[in-house]
C-alpha cells in the first residue's frame, strides 16, 4: 500500500502547508468583514466564495488549520509526555501493585466518555482552545499508556534485556535506552492516529462552543456559523468540512502507511 | 462461573466509586453558587444562604458526597436547581430520546458493518475489499456533526423525506418519532460502522490460518461456510468490544448530533444545565453516562465468557 502513504503524507503535508503558509499570507485577512460580499459563491476572486460576513473562506480556512493542527498536536503531546512514561513504569513493574494502580487509572479516565470530559472541564474553567487541548491530551494519556505498556511487555522478555540486567542497569534505564527505541515505531503510529482524532475531537468541540472562541479561527466553528445558512449557500458548510475530512483522511492514511512501513507484522490492523 | 461473576461485579462496584468521587470534586471546584445565580443579583445574603441551606449546600464536602451517592443508589437523585422538579425525572424523559437514538444507531451500524466486513475478508485483496477498506478509511475521517448537516441538506431540505430537526415525542406514534430519529441515527451510524467493518474484517483474517478453519476446510465446507459458522464466532470477540465502546459513545456522543438536529436528548440537558449552573443536574447526567459505560464494559465481559468457555475456566 504504498499508495495510501504516499497519498496520507500529500495531504498532510497539505494541510501543514496551509496552516504553516497563513502565518505569512492569507488571500484575504480572515477576519476582515465586507456584508457588501456576502454569501458570494467561490469565483476568481474568492476561490472558495465567502461567509455570511463577507469574509473570504480559502482564508479562513488556512488560519484554521493553524488552530485545529496546534490542538491536535499539543494534545497528542500532552497524551505521549504523560501515557508513554506511565506505561513503561507499568510494564517494569509488571504485576506489581504499580502497574495495577497505572492500569485502574486508565480504565477509570476510558470509563469518562471524551466529550464529558470536554464538558466537565468546560463547565469549570469556561471555555477556550486551551480547555479544548486539555480535554483532548487527558484522553489521550490512557491510550499511550496502554500502547507503551503492551509494547514495553513484549521487549521486556526478550534476551537482550535480560543481558542489559546482568550488566546491572536499572529498570528505568532499560526502560530509557531499550525499550523506548524499541517500542518508537508503535507510538509514532499510534501518534499520527490521535493525531487525527484530535483533529477531529477540536472540531467536534469548536462546533458545539466549547472549543476555540472568537476571535480564534476555527474549522468547527465555521460549520456552526455555517449551519443557519446551509440552504442560502452550501459552500459555507462544505468547505470546511471537506477540509477536516481531507486532513483527518491524510493523517489515517498516513498513520496506515506507515505503520505497514516500519512494523510489517501489524498489517491487519483494523 | 459464579467467582468470575462476582470478581467482574466488585470491580464494576470500585469503578463506579472511583468514578463518583472524580465527577464530584470536579464539580466542586466549578466557580459560581448555584443559590446566588438562581436567586439573581438583587437577593439578600440572608435569603442565599437560607437557599443554601434548604438545598444542603452549607453542610460539609464529604457529607454532601455521601448523601449524594446514598441518593443515587436509592434512584433519587435531588432536585434540579432551577427546574425545581427531581433530577431522576428529566433524566428519564431525555433518555427516551438519546437511549432509542443509540439503539437505532447501533443497529443501523451493525448492519451496515457486518455484510461490509464480511464481504472484505472474504475477498481479501480483491477489488471489494479494497473499495470496503477505502469507504471506511473514509467513513472513519468523517466528522459525523458535518455529515449530518450534508444529510440534512440533501434527505430534509432538498427532497424532504425526513424532518431537518426537533422531536414530536413518541405520544404522536412510532412512525413520526422514528422518522425524526433516522438521519440523526445515520449520521451516528455511518463513522461507527466504518470502524466495525475495519475491525471485524481484521479479526476475521486473523482466524485464516487456525487449524480449526483448516479442518473445516478440509470437512468440505466452502470458504464462506467456514466464515459464517467457525470464522464469525471466533472474531467476535474484538467485534463486542468495540460494539460496547460504540454504545457508549453514541449515548454520549449525541451529544453534538443533538445540536445539529436540535433533539432533546441527555446531551442538550447537559449543556442547559451548565449554562444555568444547575450543577445537581451536570453531576447527575455524568454520574449516568459513565454508569451506561462502566454497565455496558461489565456486560460485554460478561459475553466474551459466553462466546468464550475458555475465559471462564481461566477467571
Known amino acids: ?270 | 462461573m459464579a467467582r468470575y461473576l462476582f470478581r467482574r461485579m466488585l470491580s464494576l462496584a470500585l469503578s463506579l466509586l472511583a468514578a463518583s468521587l472524580v465527577i464530584f470534586l470536579v464539580i466542586e471546584v466549578v466557580p459560581g453558587d448555584p443559590a446566588s445565580y438562581m436567586l439573581g443579583l438583587n437577593a439578600s445574603p440572608e435569603t442565599v444562604d437560607a437557599l443554601r441551606d434548604q438545598l444542603g449546600l452549607n453542610a460539609a464536602a464529604p457529607a454532601r458526597y455521601l448523601s449524594w451517592i446514598w441518593g443515587m443508589a436509592q434512584g433519587d437523585f435531588g432536585l434540579s436547581y432551577t427546574y425545581k422538579v427531581p433530577v431522576s425525572g428529566l433524566v428519564a424523559q431525555r433518555l427516551e430520546v438519546s437511549l432509542p437514538l443509540a439503539l437505532y444507531a447501533l443497529g443501523l451500524s451493525a448492519l451496515v458493518a457486518f455484510p461490509a466486513g464480511l464481504l472484505a475478508a472474504a475477498r481479501r485483496g480483491r477489488l471489494a475489499d479494497t473499495a470496503v477498506m477505502g469507504a471506511t478509511q473514509l467513513g472513519i475521517s468523517l466528522p459525523n456533526f458535518w455529515f449530518a448537516m450534508l444529510l440534512v441538506l440533501v434527505f430534509a431540505l432538498h427532497w424532504r423525506i425526513f424532518p431537518a430537526g426537533g422531536f414530536p415525542g413518541w405520544d404522536g406514534g412510532i412512525g413520526a418519532g422514528l422518522a425524526a430519529l433516522t438521519l440523526p441515527a445515520i449520521a451516528l451510524a455511518l463513522p461507527q460502522a466504518a470502524i466495525l467493518a475495519r475491525v471485524l474484517r481484521s479479526a476475521l483474517i486473523e482466524t485464516e490460518g487456525q487449524d480449526y478453519i483448516r479442518t473445516a476446510r478440509a470437512k468440505g465446507l466452502t470458504r464462506t461456510q467456514t466464515m459464517i459458522r467457525h470464522a464469525l464466532r471466533n472474531a467476535m470477540i474484538p467485534v463486542l468490544t468495540i460494539l460496547g465502546m460504540q454504545f457508549s459513545f453514541l449515548l454520549a456522543g449525541a451529544i453534538i448530533i443533538e445540536n445539529v438536529f436540535y433533539l432533546p436528548g441527555l446531551g442538550r440537558l447537559i449543556f442547559q444545565a451548565i449554562t444555568q449552573r444547575d450543577l445537581i443536574v451536570v453531576e447527575s447526567v455524568v454520574m449516568i453516562l459513565v454508569f451506561a459505560v462502566i454497565l455496558v464494559t461489565f456486560l460485554v465481559d460478561l459475553a466474551y465468557a459466553l462466546i468464550d468457555p475458555r475465559l471462564r475456566r481461566r477467571a
Open chain 1, 1 to 270: 500500500m504504498r499508495l495510501s502513504l504516499h497519498l496520507g503524507l500529500a495531504l498532510t503535508l497539505a494541510a501543514l502547508l496551509a496552516a504553516g503558509v497563513s502565518l505569512l499570507w492569507t488571500p484575504y485577512d480572515p477576519a476582515a468583514l465586507s456584508i457588501a460580499e456576502k454569501l458570494r459563491p467561490p469565483s476568481a476572486a474568492h476561490w472558495l466564495g465567502t461567509d455570511h460576513f463577507g469574509r473570504d473562506i480559502a482564508a479562513m480556512l488556512m488560519a484554521g488549520a493553524r488552530t485545529s493542527i496546534a490542538v491536535a498536536l499539543v494534545a497528542v503531546g500532552i497524551g505521549m509526555g504523560f501515557g508513554v512514561p506511565l506505561g513503561l513504569l507499568a510494564a517494569a513493574r509488571h504485576g506489581g501493585t504499580v502497574d495495577e494502580v497505572v492500569m485502574r487509572g486508565n480504565d477509570l479516565i476510558f470509563a469518562f466518555p471524551s466529550l464529558v470530559i470536554a464538558i466537565l472541564i468546560t463547565a469549570v474553567f469556561g471555555p477556550s482552545a486551551l480547555n479544548a487541548i486539555l480535554a483532548i491530551g487527558i484522553f489521550n494519556i490512557p491510550v499511550f499508556a496502554r500502547v507503551a505498556r503492551g509494547g514495553a511487555l513484549s521487549i521486556w522478555t526478550l534476551d537482550f534485556i535480560r543481558a542489559a540486567e546482568v550488566a546491572g542497569k536499572g529498570a528505568a534505564r532499560i526502560s530509557a535506552e531499550h525499550i523506548l527505541p524499541n517500542i518508537a515505531n508503535l507510538l509514532i503510529v499510534q501518534g499520527t492516529i490521535q493525531f487525527s482524532l484530535g483533529i477531529l475531537a477540536e472540531a467536534g468541540l469548536s462546533y458545539v462552543g466549547l472549543g476555540a472562541q472568537p476571535p480564534t479561527p476555527s474549522w468547527g466553528r465555521m460549520l456552526a456559523e455555517a449551519q443557519t445558512m446551509v440552504t442560502l449557500a452550501p459552500h459555507v458548510a462544505i468547505f470546511p468540512g471537506l477540509a477536516i475530512v481531507l486532513t483527518v483522511f491524510g493523517l489515517n492514511l498516513l498513520g496506515d502507511g506507515l505503520r505497514d512501513r516500519l512494523d510489517p507484522r501489524l498489517r491487519a490492523r483494523p
